[in-house]
T-cell receptor, first 110, second 115 residues
Framework: RKEVEQDPGPFNVPEGATVAFNCTYSNSASQSFFWYRQDCRKEPKLLMSVYSSGNEDGRFTAQLNRASQYISLLIRDSKLSDSATYLCVVKEDGGFKTIFGAGTRLFVKA | DTEVTQTPKHLVMGMTNKKSLKCEQHMGHRAMYWYKQKAKKPPELMFVYSYEKLSINESVPSRFSPECPNSSLLNLHLHALQPEDSALYLC??????????????FGEGSRLTVL
């Protein structure tokens, strides 16, 4: 079983749609969780950290379920500029090791 | 604009060459990382430095040699590489565990081609 697993994608959605990505992690001791966005041939950029109580940043909402070891990202009112690969990232407790999921590709079409 | 700067942006080298990738950050972070990313794959951790000391080496071949001269600089020395080492090499920095959630901040990467 992979340490961090994501929906395979790609997701093809029209502008204005709501899309949700899911991610599961295998290490129950993991403490820090993030969503990164990566555009083609660019570096990953932090989209948002994921907190136990869930958190929202504009059109983006992240949720964490520790019992199920599950993380989600919801994008509302999708824009063309949201087209990218979304990486689920998990950091082990107290350490430096950061595990990346394989990423989910999103295409938003006009 | 990224606060982690990597040079060169592109590098082409032969299998007998010796070259270096450089990374600089001015965020006061004491942890610095090298990642390797192949096309359509996620970044893979290579090395981690904490307080300028090597903390993690993910069983990387010795043809890759990291160096951390000071808290702001991280180098990756390359020697006798193979064509399969062609990839995007990403440098990242973060605060230390316990100081924050540990978000990684990436440079734009150095795209390496080995002929």
């Amino acid at each position: 079983r992979k340490e961090v697993e994501q929906d395979p994608g790609p997701f093809n959605v029209p502008e204005g749609a709501t899309v949700a990505f899911n991610c599961t992690y295998s290490n129950s001791a993991s403490q820090s969780f993030f969503w990164y966005r990566q555009d083609c041939r660019k570096e990953p950029k932090l989209l948002m950290s994921v907190y136990s109580s869930g958190n929202e940043d504009g059109r983006f909402t992240a949720q964490l379920n520790r019992a199920s070891q599950y993380i989600s990202l919801l994008i509302r009112d999708s824009k063309l500029s949201d087209s990218a690969t979304y990486l689920c990232v998990v950091k082990e407790d107290g350490g430096f090791k950061t595990i990346f999921g394989a990423g989910t590709r999103l295409f938003v079409k006009a | 604009d990224t606060e982690v700067t990597q040079t060169p942006k592109h590098l082409v080298m032969g299998m007998t060459n010796k070259k270096s990738l450089k990374c600089e950050q001015h965020m006061g972070h004491r942890a610095m990382y090298w990642y390797k990313q192949k096309a359509k794959k996620p970044p893979e951790l290579m090395f981690v430095y904490s307080y300028e000391k090597l903390s993690i080496n993910e069983s990387v071949p010795s043809r890759f040699s990291p160096e951390c001269p000071n808290s702001s600089l991280l180098n990756l020395h390359l020697h006798a590489l193979q064509p399969e080492d062609s990839a995007l090499y990403l440098c990242a920095s973060s605060q230390l565990p316990g100081q924050s959630a540990g978000e990684l901040f990436f440079g734009e990467g150095s795209r390496l081609t080995v002929l």
